[in-house]
């Protein structure tokens, strides 16, 4: 709130399905305040934001209020759906924006100017190459948010893609995916797999599959051949898993043989899409990728087990001896015997 306090609405019903209230009683909003306030006091500090003017309303942008900060854009955004803000106003913004060097200051003039419309197609594109990686990344947001970002903003961040050395900035192309042509989502998609370095991050890698889903049963031959050369595991796991239920399994097989820099990953996620089948049949070509794969020592346990999901005599030999053996390691023993029970 504008004193700077925390307010927490706290309510709970039990009527889940929200039919009627039932437990009127039990809505509690709490103000959380500290002992010792380090809000900054001013005039006009709770003066109503409706009546200042546009100008003064701009200025709220810089304040050390977030509060105010935000009510203001939200009050400007409203002026602006009926009628132009005043000169001064967008001049003041665009000034923020331009000159201050604060970062929080120069979102915040970004975010104003782009809701009421006085940040257009040209200006995001020249954000996208801004010093900030937080500018180029809501550059991205807005460009793409609305499923139609120009050819030349994709085209740039294609080439963002690959070269753009801000993690935040790689996230939100990963997160446009979704809202762009299918084109430029290969491209980008290929750009951010084809570099390690968000490998151990907990979204970017997830975000990059929830977009590039769709493509695959669609172009399963260029998909398995992008991210088998890419350098993101995940992504090659759950594209080999999602071949499979694709009917795309032959294809999948055929670049197991040629051993790709994904082949772990790949062979785990053939696991993972036949576990639980016993309708899909192996390939005719899966004998003589198998006997390739088993002479690996790396990938020749995954290789076997595949080998058992379909249904090969000599894997179920092998298991079954592991079974028996009493001082094979009781894991191995396990592994094997669920491998069987599967069948």
Known sequence: GPSGDLYVLDWHDADICGKEVLNKETGRIFRISPTKSLAKDWDGRYTDLKKLTDDALAGLQTSTSDWHARRARVLLQHRAS????????????????????????????????????????????????????????????????????????????????????????????????????????????????????????????????????????????????????????????????????????????????????????MLNGLLAGLEGRSDIKAPASWETVYRKLKSQKSVAPLALEVAQLFGDSEAAQKYLATLKNAVAPVEARRDALRSLASR
């Open 82 to 265: 009926s009628r132009s803000l005043s000169p001064g106003s967008v001049a003041q913004l665009r000034s923020l924006f331009q000159e201050s060097k604060n970062g929080d200051y120069r979102l915040r003039a970004l975010w104003t100017l782009y809701i009421t419309g006085n940040f257009k197609e040209g200006d995001l594109q020249k954000a996208l190459t801004d010093k900030d990686e937080y500018v180029r990344a809501w550059a991205i947001q807005f460009l793409c948010e609305d499923n139609n970002a120009s050819k030349n903003a994709t085209d740039i961040m294609v080439m963002m893609s690959r070269n753009d050395p801000s993690p935040v900035v790689r996230l939100y192309l990963s997160a446009a995916l979704q809202r762009i042509d299918a084109d430029a989502r290969w491209q980008i998609a290929e750009g951010l797999i084809s570099q390690a370095k968000d490998l151990e991050d907990h979204n970017i890698p997830k975000m990059i599959w929830y977009g590039m889903e769709g493509l695959v049963e669609k172009a399963p031959e260029k998909a398995i051949t992008m991210v088998a050369a890419g350098k993101v595991p995940l992504i090659a796991e759950f594209t080999a898993r999602r071949l499979v239920d694709a009917n795309a399994l032959t294809l999948l097989v055929n670049e197991l043989g040629k051993s790709p820099a994904q082949l772990t990953a």
